[in-house]
T-cell receptor, first 114, second 114 residues
Framework: DQQVKQNSPSLSVQEGRISILNCDYT??????FLWYKKYPAEGPTFLIS?????DKNEDGRFTVFLNKSAKHLSLHIVPSQPGDSAVYFC?????????????FGQGTTLQVKP | DTAVSQTPKYLVTQMGNDKSIKCEQN?????MYWYKQDSKKFLKIMFS???????INETVPNRFSPKSPDKAHLNLHINSLELGDSAVYFC?????????????FGPGTRLTVL
């Protein structure tokens, strides 16, 4: 039962263009959504989050959009840079019996070409 | 100065052996976690401790036993290792409160069982 899904395993974009990474979820009780970035042989690092009561959160080149009715969120990176090439994980927290655990999607590998 | 550290980074061992992975965080967080990333790249919660008390145990075989000697350390001991235990294990920590539960991850331990 995969509550958080990232259906695109990979994405390739040109430097300077927009990268859009998508994530779908099934549990309407989630109260926070987070994006993590992971380089090879390193642990995931926190990028940006959004509360379920908001529909947009922006931090520099990174913007996360939340569409609660569609149970869908997306991460926009503008402009994309070669250093953004990494695996991006969507994660959700909250729900009944909230224990603080994060439920992760399977990740999308982003490649930004110079 | 590393915030969340794990040792060893790589671990290769034979089936049936017992091994331990250590984790330490210097962030002063109260909660620590173990996640497993399997061959399909899913990151799944295994255990969580809050101030040395077990709060999450996600249907993990009892061959896996976490131990938290103090709130800055969460070790993972695995008995009778099996081929299916091969994965990357990530330790994480956070300071739960109101709001988003941002978790900080260690670099991971790649366990290979032969």
């Amino acid at each position: 039962d995969q509550q958080v899904k990232q259906n695109s395993p990979s994405l390739s974009v040109q430097e300077g263009r927009i990268s859009i990474l998508n994530c779908d979820y099934t549990n309407s009780m989630f109260d926070y959504f987070l994006w993590y970035k992971k380089y090879p042989a390193e642990g995931p690092t926190f990028l940006i989050s959004i509360s379920s009561i908001k529909d947009k959160n922006e931090d520099g080149r990174f913007t996360v959009f939340l569409n609660k009715s569609a149970k869908h969120l997306s991460l926009h990176i503008v402009p994309s840079q070669p250093g953004d090439s990494a695996v991006y994980f969507c994660a959700a927290s909250g729900g009944s019996g909230n224990t603080g655990k994060l439920i992760f999607g399977q990740g999308t590998t982003l490649q930004v070409k110079p | 100065d590393t915030a969340v550290s794990q040792t060893p980074k790589y671990l290769v061992t034979q089936m049936g052996n017992d091994k331990s992975i250590k984790c330490e965080q210097n962030l002063g967080h109260d909660t620590m976690y173990w996640y497993k990333q399997d061959s399909k790249k899913f990151l799944k919660i295994m255990f969580s401790y809050n101030n040395k008390e077990l709060i999450i145990n996600e249907t993990v075989p009892n061959r896996f036993s976490p131990k938290s000697p103090d709130k800055a350390h969460l070790n993972l001991h695995i008995n009778s290792l099996e081929l299916g235990d091969s994965a990357v294990y990530f330790c994480a920590s956070s300071q739960p409160g109101t709001g988003v539960n941002e978790q900080f991850f260690g670099p991971g331990t790649r366990l290979t069982v032969l």
